[in-house]
């Protein structure tokens, strides 16, 4: 079988909350057929950037999981085949932000987006959960 070289759809997040918790075991399976395929080179998948942080928050808020599980989920949905994650080295630098800094994912995410654009400086009011860390100043306008 050859490779498609087009997108042929992008993923939602309940996909991903379903394959990576197996809480619904037909659903699940549905998932995992469809990743299968995508593997095969029969479908090609994206996941937004944006699915990956609601995932962190559902996994977070709804299942109650701590950031060590979210963390380990969510690098095995940037390592599943068949998956292309949009902006995947900056989401597994943020993991690690997110677990070493002890900060919201979102946050984190944030932090590694100004740093691979090279943007030394974070505007905020929330300082309580931006940190100074690895060379961010964070301001208020």
Same mark, same amino acid.
Request: negative net charge; proline residues 3%.
């Given at each position: %079988?050859?490779?498609?070289?087009?997108?042929?759809?992008?993923?939602?997040?309940?996909?991903?909350?379903?394959?990576?918790?197996?809480?619904?075991?037909?659903?699940?399976?549905?998932?995992?057929?469809?990743?299968?395929?995508?593997?095969?080179? #029969?479908? #090609? =998948?994206?996941?937004?950037? @944006? +699915? @990956?942080?609601?995932?962190?928050?559902? =996994?977070?808020?709804?299942?109650? %999981?701590g950031t060590d599980q979210v963390a380990?989920?969510?690098?095995? %949905?940037?390592?599943?085949? !068949? =998956?292309?994650?949009?902006?995947?080295? =900056?989401?597994?630098?943020?993991?690690?932000?997110?677990?070493?800094?002890?900060?919201?994912?979102?946050?984190?995410?944030?932090?590694?987006?100004? #740093?691979?654009?090279?943007?030394?400086? +974070?505007?905020?009011?929330?300082? #309580?959960?931006?940190?100074?860390? !690895? !060379?961010?100043? @964070?301001?208020?306008?």
């Open positions: %079988m050859t490779k498609q070289s087009r997108i042929t759809a992008v993923v939602d997040t309940n996909l991903l909350v379903r394959y990576l918790t197996e809480d619904d075991p037909v659903k699940a399976k549905a998932v995992d057929d469809l990743l299968a395929r995508a593997e095969q080179g #029969r479908e #090609r =998948l994206l996941v937004p950037s @944006v +699915v @990956v942080a609601e995932l962190v928050w559902v =996994l977070e808020s709804y299942y109650k %999981m380990e989920l969510v690098e095995a %949905m940037l390592s599943t085949p !068949g =998956l292309e994650v949009q902006d995947a080295s =900056l989401i597994r630098a943020a993991i690690v932000t997110y677990l070493t800094d002890k900060v919201d994912f979102i946050d984190a995410w944030i932090m590694e987006f100004a #740093r691979s654009r090279k943007v030394d400086r +974070v505007y905020t009011f929330d300082k #309580r959960h931006f940190k100074e860390i !690895g !060379g961010l100043k @964070v301001l208020q306008p």
